[in-house]
């Protein structure tokens, strides 16, 4: 803005005395409020899960689940510092449960999901049934549903937490509430929800047997499920030359999202195949399953390799190669965006 200078000078004395009023002058400030297309803070950055692990060890010998509540170490984005936010509207960390540890069961207004990365044989409870967890399972502890984690197994569970912090933060509307024991009462046997709700049918609205909440009834997608899902893709469809063989998760009740305010998908990219660019509004969290490449991101290249964990902010033209096959798992502030009337996408 070009003024002359007895204009600024006014100008400077008006801002200084409206001050105590708590005014200030929008039009000093409408460029960076209303932009002309998003500048996120966050940066790109990738952290390399083997060395997150040995911290997240260390911690393991220091502090016991029931000491830390969670232990977990959070994952946070070096261009939110001091937020505990991977990108603005979602937080990520990683959760250690020794062997015979449990973490005490609470919830929350936060919707969360769990992304497992070693071990197996641990389980999240949700509202009094156990989810056995085993590696690159997905599951969810929706806002407000009892959850605790528990490791009967003789190994440690590492699993990646994703939750939409931030973005409850913002609203300034979060809850939460503890169980007066450690662990909810067992409800219902392992599994009983993925054989009600699992198989693209449900109970009889009403019935008996319907007794999972009805905008949020499933909360296990196992790997074993999923993974032969995109490799029967990959060998009957075309492959997207923006994404490659792409699966979202569904949430059963709506088709939509899996929660509210998360959207999470797999991809499978070839030995040797190249996405085309891609920018899109939602920041999103990738887990590297299997394989191994390189994601390009606004022109900086970040190596892949198996369970690293790296982050393309909102508006960040993506490139993916794939040295061998490439799996990848992605969650993102879609599901909120698309409710709010605010996501874009664009494809070179």
Same mark, same amino acid.
């Given at each position: 803005?070009?003024?002359?200078?007895?204009?600024?000078?006014?100008?400077?004395?008006?801002?200084?005395?409206?001050?105590?009023?708590?005014?200030?002058? $929008?039009?000093?400030?409408?460029?960076?409020? +209303? @932009?002309?297309?998003?500048? *996120?803070? /966050?940066?790109?950055?990738?952290?390399?899960?083997?060395?997150?692990?040995?911290?997240?060890?260390?911690?393991?010998?220091?502090?016991?689940?029931?000491?830390?509540?969670?232990?977990?170490?959070?994952?946070?984005?070096?261009?939110?510092?001091?937020?505990?936010?991977?990108?603005?509207?979602?937080?990520?960390?990683?959760?250690?449960?020794?062997?015979?540890?449990?973490?005490?069961?609470?919830?929350?207004?936060?919707?969360?999901?769990?992304?497992?990365?070693?071990?197996?044989?641990?389980?999240?409870?949700?509202?009094?049934?156990?989810?056995?967890?085993?590696?690159?399972?997905?599951?969810?502890?929706?806002?407000?549903?009892?959850?605790?984690?528990?490791?009967?197994?003789?190994?440690?569970?590492?699993? $990646?937490?994703?939750?939409?912090?931030?973005? +409850? @933060?913002?609203?300034?509307? *979060?809850? /939460?509430?503890?169980?007066e024991s450690s662990e909810h009462p067992e409800t219902v046997p392992p599994g009983d929800t993925l054989a009600r709700y699992g198989n693209n049918m449900r109970p009889v609205r009403g019935s008996v047997a319907d007794r999972r909440p009805a905008h949020q009834p499933l909360f296990h997608y196992p790997y074993v499920d999923w993974r032969p899902a995109l490799d029967a893709m990959a060998a009957s469809a075309g492959i997207d030359p923006h994404l490659g063989h792409a699966l979202e998760f569904l949430n059963p009740a709506n088709g939509g999202p899996v929660m509210p305010t998360i959207a999470a998908h797999v991809r499978l990219l070839p030995a040797g195949f190249e996405t085309r660019p891609r920018r899109t509004t939602d920041g999103t969290v990738f887990v590297v399953v299997e394989g191994s490449g390189t994601a390009v991101i606004e022109g900086q290249e970040i190596a892949l390799h198996p369970r690293d964990i790296f982050i393309v902010p909102s508006w960040h033209a993506l490139r993916l190669q794939a040295a061998n096959t490439l799996v990848l798992f992605g969650y993102s502030d879609k599901a909120a965006q698309e409710k709010l009337n605010l996501y874009k996408e664009q494809n070179a």
């Open positions: 803005m070009t003024l002359a200078n007895d204009q600024r000078a006014q100008l400077e004395a008006l801002y200084q005395e409206m001050a105590p009023a708590n005014l200030t002058p $929008l039009w000093e400030s409408l460029a960076d409020l +209303v @932009r002309p297309q998003p500048q *996120s803070p /966050a940066k790109v950055h990738r952290w390399s899960y083997d060395e997150v692990r040995d911290h997240l060890m260390r911690a393991g010998d220091l502090i016991s689940a029931e000491q830390a509540e969670r232990r977990v170490l959070i994952l946070e984005n070096p261009g939110l510092p001091g937020q505990s936010a991977i990108v603005p509207s979602l937080y990520a960390g990683l959760q250690l449960i020794l062997p015979g540890e449990v973490a005490p069961s609470h919830r929350h207004t936060q919707s969360a999901l769990r992304f497992v990365m070693e071990g197996d044989g641990a389980f999240t409870a949700v509202d009094g049934e156990k989810a056995i967890m085993r590696p690159f399972d997905l599951v969810l502890t929706p806002g407000w549903q009892w959850h605790d984690h528990g490791n009967p197994s003789s190994k440690p569970m590492i699993w $990646l937490d994703g939750l939409d912090i931030p973005t +409850v @933060r913002h609203f300034d509307a *979060s809850f /939460a509430e503890h169980l």
